[in-house]
């Protein structure tokens, strides 16, 4: 049984920092696309950043560039989401994604139940 589990998130006050984690379960994640969404309260989730195999080509949502980093430990099977900076519009719930099927739709095979982040102003 295939399962991502997040953890890290929390209220933190803006100009703060948090690194959330993701622990992958259930299955070899070294040849997958891994990524991290988000969504606020009343909008869509949404893209924020992702890492190719072998920890290459990491890509961010313009919202996030400069501030946060998408890393990978394949012998761990684990996907982190280091955030610095953080706005108050950084607030929502934390997703973590493995194994892209359609980058366009961002469709990903796996999903976790999420984790909250809250930042204060």
């Known amino acids: 049984q295939v399962q991502l589990v997040e953890s890290g998130g929390g209220l933190v006050q803006a100009g703060g920092s948090l690194r959330l984690s993701c622990a992958a379960s259930?299955?070899?994640?070294?040849?997958?696309?891994m990524a991290w969404f988000r969504q606020a309260p009343g909008k869509d989730r949404e893209f924020v950043a992702r890492?190719?195999?072998?920890?290459?080509?990491?890509s961010y949502a313009d919202s996030v560039k400069g501030r946060f980093t998408i890393s990978r430990d394949d012998a761990k099977n684990a996907v982190d989401l280091q955030m610095n900076g953080l706005k108050p519009d950084d607030t929502g719930v934390y997703y973590c994604?493995?194994?892209?099927?359609?980058?366009?739709?961002?469709?990903?095979?796996?999903w976790g139940q999420g984790t909250q982040v809250t930042v204060s102003s």
């Open positions: 994604a493995a194994c892209i099927v359609d980058s366009a739709a961002n469709r990903y095979s796996y």
């Open positions: 890492i190719f195999k072998s920890g290459s080509r990491p």
């Open positions: 259930g299955r070899t994640f070294s040849a997958c696309t």
